[in-house]
């Protein structure tokens, strides 16, 4: 079955650029979306189909995705981006979530 | 005000059935593939299972830990989805989600979620 690996934590210092890689075999091929979750609170969705932002979601959010890694890019990290983020795929029929990271900003 | 409200979670023996239930309000519900994600408490996010729009053909798929005891449905004149839970085990003990599939279909992830409502298995 396919797996999603994502880095348990990634750390960012306030106003630089965070990047959490999501990686999968080949997964260059599969539409990947970014969930963000705060505590206590549902995901919401911050980037689909590899790189696009939902309306009301800032232009300090990208996405991009290459051979086996898709990426997301949170540029001018802010406290407020504290939170777990979650790629996802389809692949035969069935929703495939990464594990998640854990954003901190220092 | 596009929302999905859950509700029907609650304490449940293992072996036991729940069944839960999502409102949803604010769009046009039945042009829309649906789906419940369940995450156990201080896990990650888990899929469960997916139903398609009504122009879907009625479309249903499952999570392999779920197949065969979770059922998925949708009642569109109601607005509702719905997901019957039957033997109940301790590793089904979760916050479930509904969550709304983008307007491309279940390729554009999911743009609308639920609150989630708890669903405790414990003897």
């Known amino acids: 079955s396919y797996e999603l690996t994502q880095p348990l934590s990634v750390s960012v210092a306030l106003g630089q650029t965070a990047r959490i890689t999501c990686g999968g075999n080949n997964i260059v091929s599969k539409n990947v979306h970014w969930y963000q979750q705060k505590p206590g609170q549902a995901p919401v969705l911050i980037i689909y189909?590899?790189?696009n932002r939902p309306s009301g979601i800032p232009e300090r959010f990208s996405g991009s995705n290459s051979g086996n890694t898709a990426t997301l890019t949170i540029s001018r990290a802010q406290a407020g981006d504290e939170a777990d983020y979650y790629c996802?795929?389809?692949?035969?029929?069935?929703?495939?979530f990464g594990g998640g990271t854990k954003l901190t900003v220092l | 005000e596009v929302q999905l409200v859950e509700s029907g979670g609650g304490l449940v023996q293992p072996g036991g059935s729940l069944r839960l239930s999502c409102a949803a309000s604010g769009f046009t519900f039945s042009d829309y593939s649906m789906n419940w994600v369940r995450q156990p408490p201080g896990k990650g996010l888990e899929w469960v299972a997916y139903?398609?729009?009504?122009?879907?053909?009625?479309?249903?798929y499952y999570a392999d830990s779920v197949k065969g005891r979770f059922t998925i449905s949708r009642d569109n004149a109601k607005r509702s989805l719905y997901l019957q839970m039957n033997s109940l085990r301790d590793e089904d003990t979760a916050v479930y989600y509904c969550?709304?599939?983008?307007?491309?279909?279940?390729?554009?992830?999911?743009?609308?979620w639920g609150q989630g409502t708890t669903v405790i298995v414990t003897s």
């Open positions: 139903i398609s729009s009504s122009s879907g053909s009625g479309t249903i």
């Open positions: 189909r590899d790189s």
């Open positions: 996802q795929v389809w692949d035969s029929s069935t929703v495939i």
């Open positions: 969550a709304r599939d983008g307007a491309g279909g279940l390729y554009y992830g999911m743009d609308v």
